[in-house]
């Protein structure tokens, strides 16, 4: 670290260490009200005068203990609940650790009475997350209500807005208005901390912001639901439908009541926008990516991708490409032997592919209470010992405007399932329609076990056709799928998975 740098540090460390604004610093120790402001636009301060600055620093040091921070936590479900019981449990650690005390002072939710298992005797209590936010009483705002826009939205700009910083687990709110928030806290001074909001306690946005920041990012992927991957697996390990595995994984409390937003992708598009900005650099995009769920998965596709040396995920796939950037969430088919495929069960993975570092796989667990309340903590401490990186890992004025690259080919073709009408020239008709797209069939898979065989509504008997395409385009498979249709040679609609080599 050069001189300026540690200089920098040793500034910003000694304000939040004390909760102060950067304006009582340069008022109190440099003697300059704007003095931080200009330090971090970039001014270099001669080293007469970081001599002079770092002196007062270390005088008004010694004749003053550090105060502890205060930390207001919003929102007391699975993850508030947790954090306040692990700050409760392991402050005396924490403490030793930043040579500061780290307490939480006030908390919010709805319901006062409900028991979360948490002593909250002796903290103030805040009906209204807003005014938890803009409360005298905390140095730091923790929110962890949930949701894209309400409380969530409205307490974490109340916080910025003064210049306090604020840490969320909240992807809805970041994946719509990460670039309107972390703006402001650029604004403001304040630091903006969401490693929990990807990949629960995968410190994969730590990873991007800091570890890999100078490394041009190629690609990035993963496995980032676990309800789905959960389902996935254990539709993979038994023979059980979709809908079966959903009702354990509700039983389990592995899926919600209402499983939409996961099963059918969504939840995976949210992470997926957090990490395209801090991969490639351009604005926030969550609307931008095509995104298609797994509810239509059977054990047929399950077993066939078996078959032939595949599992079936669910990825969300960003890639930069030379007219933009590529963004979408599908379920895949991986290679049985590729890293990505040895991560089962309700685990995350984010694989990276960077042209300084190549690959680097990051797995662990992405979801619950004590991994994301993990996440949350490591913020915490982050902000607390000073730490400060753009949120979205460069000046929110330096993001480049969206451009949404075209579908491109791929390697590895597609996974074609039809229940194709068991008629005379329905095959050939189809492989002509395919080929009129220039789309090459690799093989047509028939497993009489698996087939379901049923009757079109025109009496025709109907049988399942699985089909392999080479290396093709998705406009031309999916062009040639809907003329297939009209032509009546398929009832319902086809299920089409792509082949990744990864
Ligand atoms: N759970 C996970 O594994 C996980 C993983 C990664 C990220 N996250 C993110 O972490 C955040 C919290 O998730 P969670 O699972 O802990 O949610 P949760 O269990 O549903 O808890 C939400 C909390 O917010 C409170 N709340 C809701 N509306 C409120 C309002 N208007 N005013 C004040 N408090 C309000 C609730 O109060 P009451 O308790 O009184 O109802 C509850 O304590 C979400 O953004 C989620 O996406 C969660």
């Not at 095959?427 to 028939?446: F, P």
Request: proline share 5%; hydrophobic share 40%.
């Amino acid at each position: 670290m050069s001189d300026i740098q540690s200089f920098r540090q040793a500034v910003e460390t000694f304000i939040s260490a004390r909760g102060w604004t950067p304006t009582r610093f340069g008022r109190t120790v440099a003697g300059d009200p704007l003095f931080v402001f200009d330090l971090r636009e970039g001014r270099e301060p001669r080293s007469e005068t970081r001599t002079r600055i770092l002196k007062a620093m270390q005088e008004f040091g010694d004749g003053e203990a550090l105060p502890p921070l205060r930390v207001g936590v919003a929102g007391l479900g699975n993850v508030g609940a947790t954090l306040v019981s692990i700050l409760q449990k392991d402050g005396a650690e924490l403490t030793k650790k930043l040579g500061r005390q780290l307490v939480v002072t006030a908390v919010a939710a709805r319901s006062r009475s409900r028991d979360r298992g948490i002593d909250i005797t002796g903290l103030d209590w805040f009906d209204d997350p807003v005014a938890l936010a803009k409360s005298d009483g905390i140095d730091l705002f923790v929110e962890l209500i949930g949701g894209e826009d309400g409380p969530a939205l409205a307490s974490v700009k109340a916080a910025l807005e003064i210049g306090r910083p604020v840490v969320t687990a909240n992807k809805a709110l970041l994946a719509k208005h990460g670039t309107e928030l972390a703006k402001l806290a650029e604004e403001t001074g304040a630091q903006l901390g969401f490693e929990a909001a990807v990949a629960g306690g995968i410190p994969v946005i730590k990873t991007l912001r800091e570890g890999l920041g100078s490394a041009r990012i190629a690609k990035v992927f993963g496995i980032m639901n676990g309800t789905c991957n959960y389902i996935l697996t254990r539709m993979g390990n038994e023979d059980i439908s979709f809908a079966d595995c959903l009702k354990d994984a509700q039983a389990l409390g592995y899926a919600e009541a209402d499983p939409t937003f996961d099963v059918e992708g969504y939840d995976t598009a949210h992470k997926l926008a957090i990490l395209a900005t801090l991969c490639f650099g351009y604005e926030l995009a969550p609307d931008k990516i095509r995104v298609e769920g797994i509810t239509g998965i059977t054990q047929h596709d399950i077993q066939v991708a078996a078959d032939l040396g595949y599992k079936i995920k669910l990825l969300g796939i960003a890639q930069r490409t030379d007219d933009g950037i590529e963004q979408r969430v599908h379920p895949t088919f991986v290679p049985r032997g590729s890293a990505i495929a040895g991560v089962d069960g309700v685990m995350n993975a984010v694989a990276l592919e960077t042209d300084h570092v190549h690959e680097l796989l990051l797995a662990g667990p992405g979801a619950g209470g004590p991994p994301t309340a993990s996440s949350v903590l490591s913020d915490i401490l982050d902000i607390a010992r000073g730490t400060r990186v753009p949120p979205l890992g460069v000046p929110s004025d330096e993001l480049l405007p969206y451009r949404e690259a075209a579908m491109r080919a791929h390697d590895g073709g597609y996974y074609i399932r039809l229940s194709a009408k068991d008629v005379p020239g329905a095959l050939a008709g189809i492989a002509t329609r395919m080929g009129e797209r220039g789309i090459s069939i690799d093989s047509v898979i028939q497993r009489s076990d698996l087939s379901a065989k049923a009757v079109a509504p025109d009496g025709s008997p109907t049988r399942t056709v699985v089909m392999i395409t080479q290396q093709t385009l998705e406009s031309a498979v999916r062009e040639s799928l809907a003329q297939i249709a009209s032509d009546g040679f398929i009832v319902g609609e086809p299920q089409l998975i792509r082949i990744e080599q990864l």
